[in-house]
DNA sequence: GGTTTGACCCTAA
DNA sequence: ATTAGGGCCAAAC
């Protein structure tokens, strides 16, 4: 199974109105020095994935998303759909990561 | 195979 | 508090 897989597999594992952070998902599937790499996997999705890409934010809680055909616009409605309160100030959207994050069993273990 | 490029993160100044 | 730099991993050139 490639590292995309991977990351896929996690992300699809991440609960509806819940969030993850980069670091999070590439702590699971075996690179905890990996988020960046996790970025680069996402970035390839296309355009009509079911994968929950959204609830994927970085470790501020911030969507740094700079993808053409995924504007950070429709990452924020799509979270907003699911529950999660999304919040705009910076140029940028942001989430209450304390409030939101995934718990993953996984992660407690190591 | 070496180099470049990211939807990143941590530390030091 | 804000900015700069280096380090990280995997894929595409």
New binding site residues.
Partial sequence: M???EEVYKVASEIPEGKVA???QV?AIV????????????????PSDTTVP??R?V???GR?????M??PQSL?AELLKAEGIPVSYHDDAYWVELEANLWEDARLQIK
Avoid: D, E, H, M
């Fill in positions: 490639s590292f995309f952070t980069y670091s590439a075996g690179s905890p020095r990996g988020a960046q790499a996790v970025g680069w996997a996402l970035r390839a999705l890409w959204q994927i970085n470790a501020q969507i740094s998303i700079q993808n055909k995924f990452q």
